[in-house]
């Protein structure tokens, strides 16, 4: 049976929407939280892989997914649906919940999240307060974020859908270890990484999740929406460790630049939209960089690449 919908939401429109961090910022500082309660019940809940793998969300074709998550004899996931602005609770033996999406404090929708969790069965004891963040306010106590606008948040979602489309594309040519593209909600960006397979110097400045991050040498790729250090939505791309040379390559399309404080490659999401192509556009753009960060990084492209990945 074919299910029509009603018509497209808000947000839903425009391949490559126009997303200025400024019209939605609000909204996004409050989502990103939303993300982070979501993503450390999965932290919590899961056992640990590499690099973090554990922890992100998944795209899914109305929003962002933990992913089943194995609890008890059964498997729990939770839902972003962000077509009909709702976080959905569903258990594999048919039980469901949901929390609807719309303006309200963290400290709410941290308290319903657990309520919701803890009718299904489900005992979770989360961090106090979000990860990665510049002023982190403890969960239960934020009642300062509060904004939500399903317009902008679908956006922001067709967004990474179109981008994740294009690195799918990238990651098909790679032959070496390369991770799932996934959702890193402690970043807020969506992210592809290769490596090179072999360990990277010890870097003691680092944290703990930068560690065992960058505990290998690694090209990565993705789309931020923006924030404080950097308030526009980009594409990215870096190396890490940084090899001395890759500030002074050039990469396509020619309004990619080098961002000396960050570290890497950005394409502006502006930028990517005047593009008559943009796919094909970030697509060069990816390729380009990764070439150069490869090249600089002295990576053994003949072994991790399938065959020489057309820019064209």
Known sequence: MHLEA??????????????????????????HLFTQVVGMVRMELSPPVNHWWHVALYLTSRGLTTSPIPY???????TFDFVADRLLFEVSDGRQAAVPLR????????????????????EVKLPRGPAEVLHP????????????????????????????????GLRGQFLG?????????????LALTYFSGRRAPERPEL???????????VISFGFWP???????PAYYAYAAPVPPALATVRCDPPEAYWHPPLGEFL????????????????????????????????WDRERLERGAASLH
Do not use: N
């Open 72 to 78: 008890g004899g059964a498997s729990l996931d939770l």
């Open 267 to 298: 394409l502006e999401h502006e930028q990517l939209r005047q593009a008559d192509d943009p796919a094909r556009a970030l697509r060069r753009f990816y390729l380009s960089a990764y070439e150069a960060a490869a090249d600089a990084a002295g």
């Open 177 to 189: 270890k390369a991770s799932p593209i996934h959702f890193f909600w402690g970043s807020f960006d």
């Open 6 to 31: 009603p018509g497209l939401a808000p947000g839903l429109q425009e391949a490559w929407p126009a997303l200025p961090y400024e019209a939605w910022q609000d909204t996004c500082e409050t989502v």
């Open 226 to 232: 923006g924030g404080e250090t950097f308030p526009k």
């Open 103 to 122: 303006p309200m404090p963290v400290a709410e929708f941290h308290r319903r999240v657990l309520g919701e969790l803890a009718a299904l069965g489900v």
């Open 137 to 168: 306010i403890p969960f239960a106590e934020d009642d300062v974020h509060r904004s939500y606008d399903g317009d902008w948040v679908r956006r922001f979602w067709r967004t990474l859908l179109r981008t994740s489309a294009v690195l799918a």
């Open 207 to 217: 944290d703990a999740i930068g560690r065992e991050a960058y505990s290998h040498e």
